[in-house]
Structures are given as C-alpha cells and as structure tokens.
C-alpha cells in the first residue's frame, strides 16, 4: 500500500502522461453520446492491460460513461482512457457506493488539452468481469478545492440512506473523484477502503426525499481549435 501512495503521488505531479485536442473527435450535428459511441464501434480498443487485469472497454462502458455527464472535454479526452488505465496511477478502490456487490476500481493521470494541463479521472467497475465506466476531466484548481475524502464519503453515505432510488443519479460523483485525486496527490494513506461504507450500509431503505438532478459541466476554460490527433508522451 506504501509503494502504490508513493506510485501514485509521483504520477499525479509528473508532467501529463497525454496531450489531446479539443476537437478530436468534432460533434457533427448529433449528440455528444452518440458521437463517443460512434467514436469507440469506429476505433474498437483493445482491452487495456491494467494493474488490476485485463479491462473492457467497449461501446456499453461509453453510453454508462456519457449517460452521467458530457461536455466537449470529455469527448476529447476518451482517446487517452485507455493510457491512462495502462500508464497512469492507480488509486486504490471502494465497495460500490450504492450497496451493489460490485467493486469500483479508480485510476488517473495529467492529461494536458491544447497544451492546457488537466487531470483524466477513469472508473473501472469489477463485477464479473472489469470494464471502463467512467471518466472525468478536471482543472488543478478543481482539484485544489476538493473537499478532504473522508468528509465526501460521509456525505455521499448520507444522501445515499436519505435520496429516493430513482433520484441517485443527482449525487455529485465528481466531488467524489475530485477528493480521491487531492487525497493521493498530497500523499496521504493510500488504503481508503475502510472509509467506504459496507454494502449492507448502503442498502438500507431509502427515504422518499429526493434531490435536484444535476449534471455538472467541467470548469474548465475555453481552449482553443485545432486539428491533430493524440500523442503519447
């Protein structure tokens, strides 16, 4: 676990494992979602060869991973998924938050976008097998603000026992994925398991009080356009 701390830090603060363009992959009249699934059937991946094994990633991970969030950066940013899998720092995992016997493994790396430094953010769910679920992009400042991870884990407990089934999806994961990235950054114990909750916790009844949906956009600033493709550093 020390090793993995030391692994981690040091990849996070390390020049971006990737460079990418905003417009790599231009939206042409369609949907962002369609057009990361149209992306992923036209450059099939190869499963990723990760510390953890063998992982997916396929057209059903994309519609998971799109289904929750999208905005122009994270388009852009789903070609160098697969490296950071590979190459980037593994951040341990939790017990799924939503009391599922499923595992979440979560990795990430500095992606830098037009020469703009960003951090790439992948979640991996282990059920029978593993496979890409998610990715985020964030700023350094979003990063920096980050609220400390044993405070959002509380909080996500919390508003898991207390939000109606069908209102889950307005849990900010993102303030999850932010604390997780902060934590590690600044070198902190590398085995965050025992701050989740256990399934049993998480499958609690749920109270009829719901919250607000909400899909997040990255804040991150205006990049400018220009044609290239992904190159790996």
Do not use: C
């Not at 949907?31 to 990361?36: G, L, Q, R």
């Not at 992923?40 to 991973?65: F, K, L, S």
């Not at 593994?90 to 037009?114: M, Q, R, S």
């Not at 998480?202 to 220009?226: C, D, I």
Request: glycine letters at 4%.
């Amino acid at each position: 676990m020390e090793k993995n701390r030391e692994t981690a830090q040091k990849i996070l603060d390390r020049k971006p494992l990737a460079t990418v363009d905003s417009d790599i992959i231009p939206v042409k009249g369609g949907k962002i979602i369609d057009t990361a699934v149209e992306w992923i059937e036209a450059n099939p991946q190869t499963p990723a060869q990760t510390i953890i094994g063998t992982v997916e990633i396929d057209a059903i991970g994309i519609r998971h991973d799109f289904g929750r969030t999208r905005y122009s950066n994270k388009l852009a940013t789903l070609p160098a998924v697969k490296t950071v899998l590979e190459n980037g720092a593994y951040l341990e995992k939790l017990p799924d938050l939503a009391g599922t016997t499923a595992t979440n493994h979560y990795f990430a790396a500095p992606v830098a976008i037009d020469g703009t430094d960003t951090y790439l953010f992948v979640r991996v769910k282990e059920k029978d097998t593993k496979f890409f679920y998610a990715h985020e992009v964030f700023s350094p400042e979003e990063i920096e603000k980050a609220k400390p991870l044993d405070t959002v884990l509380s909080e996500i407990r919390h508003q898991m026992q207390t939000v109606h089934r069908n209102k889950q999806d307005s849990i900010k994961w993102s303030d999850l994925y932010r604390s997780i990235i902060k934590h590690f950054k600044e070198g902190k114990p590398s085995d965050i398991t025992p701050l989740s909750a256990t399934s049993s916790e998480m499958s609690r009844p749920l109270g009829k009080q719901g919250l607000t949906a909400v899909r997040e956009n990255a804040a991150l600033p205006h990049l400018p356009t220009r044609i290239s493709t992904m190159t790996q550093i």
